[in-house]
């Protein structure tokens, strides 16, 4: 069922009919398959400096069938999906974080992908880059984490994904990995399941910006029908408990009309003092000019930032 549904909404023969797909921004229509998520106490964090708006306006949602999957409607400001964006495509990419494209020698070792692109108009280059992988790195491989495959995991990141895990009541949630997809309008993600880590008591969080994407979520085995959620730009997607070993995947990225990432309605002065964030990114955020090539990404591209515990709370190593 879940290969059937995949292939259905992947197809380029025809346009898939959307009318079963779960889109949180139409509830009058899907408030029988969703639900409201009791959000946690206060999470009391600087959300305008760090690119969400107050814990007070989150939006949180459940699926009724599959409580376990969790979703956050764009909690994020426009200053928000700019700034995560810049850090994804510009220092995110950069060594010793690895990508996709190291076996193939093509980013010279004093360049990094990103000033590549833009220094020689180099497009092919730019659609090329799949992935990257932060903290422990995702062995493809071997689906296993070691310790001589490790770089730190990038504070600002860390402490973002530790205040989403909050929210929804992991105070003691410690962003370990990640893995940061690069999606175009013609990507796809097969069906899989996310069970590398140690913890899998932990959630799993993912952060989209730019294009929309169909999301499956199906059950323990691939004979399981699976459940089509529409995400976009700036949700959350958190997978807990059982969600964590159901299959999932992208059957298809979405064209969309929304662009919240072009829009500039930030104050410099609330974003002075953001501690162990960019200064670089918040300064290119703020910049039209110096914004543009992020922007012309995401207006033809997805990237979707999933990030994981992977040790037991308390144990720092494997």
């Known amino acids: 069922?879940?290969?059937?549904?995949?292939?259905?909404?992947?197809?380029?023969?025809?346009?898939?009919?959307?009318?079963?797909v779960i889109d949180i921004y139409d509830l009058n229509k899907f408030d029988y398959k969703v639900q409201l998520f009791k959000k946690s106490r206060n999470i009391g964090a600087n959300n305008e400096c760090i690119g969400l708006i107050p814990f007070e306006n989150w939006e949180i949602y459940e699926l009724k069938e599959k409580p376990d999957l969790i979703y956050i409607k764009t909690p994020f400001t426009s200053f928000g999906q700019r700034y995560w964006t810049i850090q994804c495509l510009e220092n995110y990419t950069k060594k010793p974080n690895k990508l996709n494209l190291d076996p193939f020698n093509e980013i010279p070792s004093n360049e990094s992908w990103w000033e590549m692109c833009q220094k020689y108009k180099n497009f092919q280059l730019l659609k090329k880059l799949r992935w990257a992988t932060l903290g422990y790195h995702h062995n493809w491989d071997t689906k296993v984490y070691t310790e001589d495959f490790r770089n730190e995991f990038p504070s600002d990141l860390g402490l973002l994904s530790k205040i989403v895990a909050k929210a929804i009541g992991y105070d003691y949630f410690e962003p370990q990995a990640a893995i940061v997809n690069f999606y175009h309008l013609d990507s796809t993600l097969s069906g899989h399941t996310d069970h590398s880590e140690i913890n899998l008591e932990a959630p799993l969080i993912s952060f989209s910006f730019g294009q929309s994407a169909i999301f499956l979520l199906g059950g323990k085995t691939l004979e399981e029908k699976p459940t089509p959620l529409l995400i976009h730009s700036g949700d959350i997607i958190i997978m807990t408990k059982e969600a964590r070993l159901c299959y999932h995947g992208i059957p298809r990225i979405l064209k969309t009309d929304n662009t919240p990432w072009n829009t500039n309605n930030f104050s410099e002065e609330k974003l002075a003092n953001c501690g162990i964030f960019s200064d670089h990114a918040i300064f290119k955020s703020q910049n039209e000019e110096l914004w543009k090539p992020f922007g012309q990404y995401l207006n033809n591209s997805r990237i979707n930032m999933n990030v994981r515990q992977v040790l037991p709370s308390g144990q720092s190593s494997l």
Request: charged share 35%; proline share 5%.
């Open 1 to 20: 069922m879940f290969k059937d549904s995949f292939k259905y909404y992947k197809t380029k023969a025809s346009v898939p009919d959307l009318s079963d």
